[in-house]
């Protein structure tokens, strides 16, 4: 099977349906690949590169989407890129489905088996083809990287000779994929990092990046089974909105991630909060292309407000980044539907049937819901455990000790009844010494060791005292070599159990 990447004809889209890498892998998936000349360029792509990873160059996008069996685009094909195609050809792109149903009209008409990546549907067997979130991965990064460019110092906290330059306070609204990027990455330049998310699952995720979670007083949860917000009640919405004016008079970064898909992005940052923000102070908003989170963004423009706030309602892309993950995307796609040897279009398949919005010439929008295995219910506790106290501890050990010398008792009385007397008195002497040293040693306590060190360093300790008591005067006597060969290489492991543990409290040591 054949696989075209033509150019994006939208002069503001930077990235390209596959790259170098992802090229050879969709050879070694079986597919030859076409792919029109400068399409990579604006991703930092030469065609070069593209012809050394086995794909054929072509001149014209006519040429490309006449000999191709799939095509492999960003954007949404463009009427007159509709037209190149012909029918049961098979293409991969962003299509926005639920905002652009004459676009699913005019693909069913030429018969285009059409597959909207964003329609991917949010289970786990499709996280690798999510490319919702691999995008939303790196907005998240690049709206710190951006709002630290535009704002006026440090994010990070610093104390010089020169004087003393606070940390930057980022307040991060929407913890989802992009929520929890902007997080990681404003905490590891050094900011002082608030989240608020009116899903209360999420705030574990967001203090575990290190930021404060920001809450209401009302009790009212945002999830749903979709995993994105659900709209919520006047009241909680009011309190929010109160909580975030507060916030606008300290915070220095605010990045918005709201979106839910298919509508208009909620309005989330009104003029009355921004007009709180101090001179110099930065909004990201990554909602501007579906509406914008802020009331006074612009979609696609930097601009400065009156008293003096920056919002950016635009991005750069990271287009060479941006491309190889998109093109993972689409790869990990075509893996699922059997590669070029076996490749099917399966509806049955919940991923295939979801993300395949036009087939067969008919519009397959919009999907039926996806099931939940439904979660077992949790049994009903019978009886409440009660941990046991260190005196009840105490108190088993103790008739567990009571048990094991009554036990040995009773055997060296039935042992005494057959055995010769001088076997009982040596036997008796063995098994008492065995009995001690065991409790001695397992009784050591591991405050300095581990507990496999402590137990060889009391083995230890007590083969020095056994050698100190096997010393004579006499250094010929076979007994004193051995006593004192026992006794130095038993102080050796003390030593070197003292010397190893050392060596390893050095290594929580700052």
């Known amino acids: 099977m054949k696989v075209g990447i033509p150019k994006e004809l939208s002069k503001q889209e930077l990235r390209v349906g596959a790259t170098p890498k992802t090229t050879q892998r969709l050879r070694k998936q079986g597919f030859e690949v076409f792919i029109q000349k400068g399409a990579g360029e604006r991703a930092n792509y030469a065609d070069k590169e593209y012809a050394e990873a086995g794909a054929t160059l072509i001149d014209s996008a006519e040429e490309l989407y006449k000999s191709s069996d799939i095509i492999l685009k960003v954007l949404a094909p463009t009427n007159d890129e509709i037209e190149l195609m012909h029918k049961d050809q098979v293409t991969l792109s962003y299509l926005w489905p639920a905002q652009n149903p004459d676009l699913l009209e005019k693909l069913a008409a030429k018969g285009i088996n059409s597959v909207a990546m964003d329609a991917i549907p949010r289970i786990s067997r499709a996280q690798k083809m999510d490319v919702l979130s691999s995008m939303a991965n790196i907005a998240g990064y690049r709206a710190v990287i951006e709002a630290a460019n535009y704002f006026g110092r440090f994010l990070n906290g610093q104390i010089t000779a020169a004087g003393k330059v606070p940390p930057a306070k980022v307040l ?8 929890l990027a902007s997080i990681g990455a404003a905490n590891s330049l050094g900011a002082i990092v608030r989240a608020f998310d009116t899903r209360m699952e999420v705030a574990e995720q967001i203090e575990s990046m290190g930021a404060k979670f920001l809450t209401v007083d009302i009790e009212e949860d945002g999830a749903t089974a979709s995993g ?8 909680f919405i009011e309190a929010e909105m109160a909580l975030f004016k507060e916030q606008a008079k300290e915070i ?24 709180e923000m101090k001179p110099g102070s930065v909004i990201v908003d990554l909602a501007a292309s579906t509406g914008g989170n802020c009331e006074l963004t612009k979609d696609g423009e930097v601009y400065t407000t009156d008293n003096g706030v920056i919002i950016l309602g635009k991005l750069n892309q990271l ?5 190889q993950l998109y093109g993972n995307n689409l790869c990990h796609l075509l893996d699922d539907m059997g590669k070029a040897e076996n490749f099917k279009i399966d509806m049955k398949d919940d991923v295939v049937s979801r993300a395949m919005v036009t087939y067969n010439g008919e519009i397959n ?6 099931p939940v295995s439904p979660q077992k219910p949790k049994a009903k506790e019978t009886s409440v455990e009660v941990e046991p106290t260190e005196a009840d501890a105490a108190k088993k050990k103790a008739k567990s000790t009571m048990i094991s010398l009554a036990a040995i008792g009773v055997f060296l009385f039935l042992l005494g009844k057959v055995a ?15 009995f001690i040293g065991w409790q001695v040693i397992w009784n050591v306590s591991h405050s300095l060791h581990t507990p496999l060190m402590a137990v060889t360093n009391a083995i230890s300790g007590i083969i020095i005292i056994g050698g100190l008591l096997q010393t004579q005067n006499s250094l010929s006597n076979p007994m004193t070599i051995i006593a004192f060969v026992a006794i130095l290489v038993a102080s050796i492991n003390i030593v070197g159990g003292f010397f190893v543990t050392h060596r390893m409290l050095k290594m929580f040591k700052k």
């Open 365 to 370: 929008w919009p999907p039926e819901p996806l």
């Open 420 to 434: 010769p007397t001088d076997f009982m008195g040596h036997f008796s002497v063995f098994v008492l010494s065995v």
């Open 252 to 275: 220095d970064i605010i990045i918005t991630t709201a979106q839910i898909p298919g509508r208009k992005a909620p309005t989330l940052i009104l003029k009355e909060h921004v007009e």
């Open 319 to 323: 287009p060479t980044q941006a491309s």
């Open 172 to 179: 991060v609204i929407g913890a989802g994929v992009a929520g």
């Open 228 to 235: 994105y917000s659900k709209v919520m009640s006047k009241e």
